[in-house]
């Protein structure tokens, strides 16, 4: 369940970008992370994990948006691009080479956040 | 409103710990160490390794060893039993070392030594192919072992771990002639996942390729004196991806 510290990072960073808009506080409705397929992270778990350890926060409501990037690896010979797997044990189809290029699959990302500033919160213009 | 959190590359999701593992890594290069991250499945065979080859090298070389364990210290006590300063980081149900929870334990570590008389640290992480290999500590190198008896599949089960390694040590060479398995197999699969690593055979028991084990890692210590301050994040699949670990410290200077 390395989720659990993948999230406990994710809201380090969340709690960072926060203090931009101190004192206001924004209420954010959506997280859009970047996950690639060649990682260790588990969509589901993490969208699980966000949402218990989310209650009672600043960020409470606020969903993830996960997007999937497939794994990609660019061929040796033709640099055509091609998804590698398993099952071809990671081979390019062209040439059987091995994997030697990724180009994407890696990505652990935070992409964006949909919110707003809340007027109640936000400081009193004078 | 719909705002990038980062201007141009995007926030790495691990970009906390990373935070931590570049300040590790500061510290390794101002004592001039070279830190390897030790990592396998439980039972490779790690802590076997480790007593064979600290014992061989030392006094060549001064060492110490951060040791990650779940719950117990039994793997810390046997590596003191060779000699070398241990700290036991005890991770309680986390299945990885963090690189808090190696920066906790060299704090612990200045209290007994000035880590600036080592040349080598070990870290020893927590038995687990899987997550151990998202999660940087601050090390220079990572190794991966991969014992004959857990088959030749894993290197395409686990690929992440092997993509990740540095160096894969192929372990318990010894037991192969009881085993239907081919070492050639194996170590075509760790080339399928990772085509340029180094990669060994070695046995703890009979003393197969400790040799060149040892010279694997001598020459990462010189490599390492010679040219300090290299940052392994700056290469590698993540950067090529424009995942750049060091663009992001300004937003997380914790």
Same mark, same amino acid.
């Given at each position: 369940?390395h ?15 926060r203090?931009q808009?101190?004192p206001a506080?924004p209420r ?9 397929d060649?990682?260790?992270?588990e ?8 949402r218990?350890a ?18 990609m690896?660019r ?15 990671y081979?390019?189809?062209c040439?059987?080479h ?7 699959g890696r ?20 | 409103m ?5 201007d ?12 931590q593992a ?15 991250n ?5 039972g ?5 390794? $480790? ?10 070389l ?5 040791? &990650?364990?779940m719950t ?12 070398v300063?241990?700290?036991p ?10 690189a808090?929870? !190696?920066?906790g334990?060299?704090?612990l570590?200045r209290?007994r030594?000035?880590p600036?008389s $080592?040349?080598? $640290? +070990?870290?020893?992480?927590?038995g ?8 940087e !500590?601050?090390?220079?190198r %990572?190794?991966? $072992? ?7 599949d %894993?290197?395409? %089960? ?16 010894d037991?192969l ?5 081919e ?8 080339r ?7 990669v ?5 028991s ?6 060149? +084990?040892?010279?694997?890692?001598r020459?990462?210590c010189?490599e390492?004196?010679?040219n ?5 994040s700056?290469? &590698?699949?993540?950067a ?7 663009s992001?410290?300004?937003l997380v200077?914790a």
């Open positions: 369940m989720e659990v510290d993948m999230t406990k990072c994710l809201l380090l960073s969340m709690n960072q970008w203090q808009h101190d506080v954010v409705s959506q997280v859009h992370l970047q996950v690639g060649f990682t260790c992270v969509p589901e778990q993490l969208v699980h994990t966000w218990i989310v209650q009672n926060s600043w960020l409470a409501g606020a969903e993830l948006a996960i997007e999937h990037v497939p794994l690896g061929c040796v010979c033709c640099n055509a691009t091609y998804s590698p797997s398993q099952e071809t044990a081979r390019s189809p040439c059987d091995p994997m030697e290029e990724i180009v994407s990505e652990l990302r935070i992409r964006s956040v949909d919110y707003s500033l809340n007027p109640l919160t936000a400081p009193v213009e004078s | 719909h705002m990038p959190l980062e141009t590359l995007g926030l790495n999701l691990l970009a906390a710990n990373q935070h570049d300040h590790n890594r500061e510290h390794f290069d101002a004592w001039r160490l070279l830190c390897l030790v990592m396998s499945s439980p490779a065979g790690k802590t076997s390794l $480790l007593e064979r080859t600290i014992t061989a090298l030392t006094p060549e001064a060492m110490a060893v951060l040791e &990650g364990d117990t210290q039994l793997d810390a006590e046997r590596l003191e039993a060779v000699g300063p241990v700290v980081i005890t991770t309680g149900r986390a299945c990885h070392l963090d808090a929870m !190696v920066n334990g060299l704090s570590l209290q030594l000035d600036s $080592l040349d080598l $640290l +070990w870290v020893e992480n927590v687990n192919l899987v997550c151990p290999a998202e999660f !500590v601050g090390e220079h %990572k190794v991966a $072992l991969l014992s004959v008896t857990e088959g030749d %894993k290197p395409l %089960k686990y690929p992440v771990m092997f993509r990740e390694a540095d160096a894969v040590l192929i372990t318990k060479t037991l002639p009881h085993l239907p398995v070492i050639a197999r194996i170590e075509a699969h760790v399928q996942v990772n085509p340029h690593c180094t060994l055979r070695v046995s703890a009979s003393g197969e390729g400790l040799a060149e +084990w040892h010279d694997w890692i020459a990462q010189s390492q004196l010679d300090p301050n290299t940052d392994p700056s290469h &590698g699949d993540r090529v991806l424009g995942q750049d670990y060091n992001v410290p300004q200077n």
